[in-house]
């Protein structure tokens, strides 16, 4: 007999699959050559963006997805860091 799956087991596909389609629309950005195409898929990685945070966010209420507060002084030093990369 099959392992019959929790909320908290779909909830945690949902979310790997919205971040699996992010990067994937990341890459279609980059590589996309027509505009109105490349508008297409920025307007979709910010839905998909979106609906990923409220996945995140209910996870996180219920639970499921605890994270670790950063510290203060790291955020600023990553900030820093990144500050400082020329494109």
Do not use: C, P
């Not at 949902?14 to 990067?23: G, R, T």
């Amino acid at each position: 007999m099959a392992a019959k799956m929790t909320d908290q087991d779909i909830a945690n596909t949902i979310l790997n699959d919205y971040k699996l389609l992010a990067s994937s629309l990341n890459t279609y950005i980059t590589e996309s050559q027509n505009d109105t195409l490349r508008k297409d898929y920025i307007k979709l990685l910010q839905e998909t963006y979106n609906a990923q945070k409220q996945i995140f966010d209910a996870m996180n209420k219920k639970g499921w997805y605890e994270i670790q507060q950063a510290d203060v002084s790291e955020i600023a030093k990553a900030q820093n860091e990144y500050a400082n990369i020329q494109l």
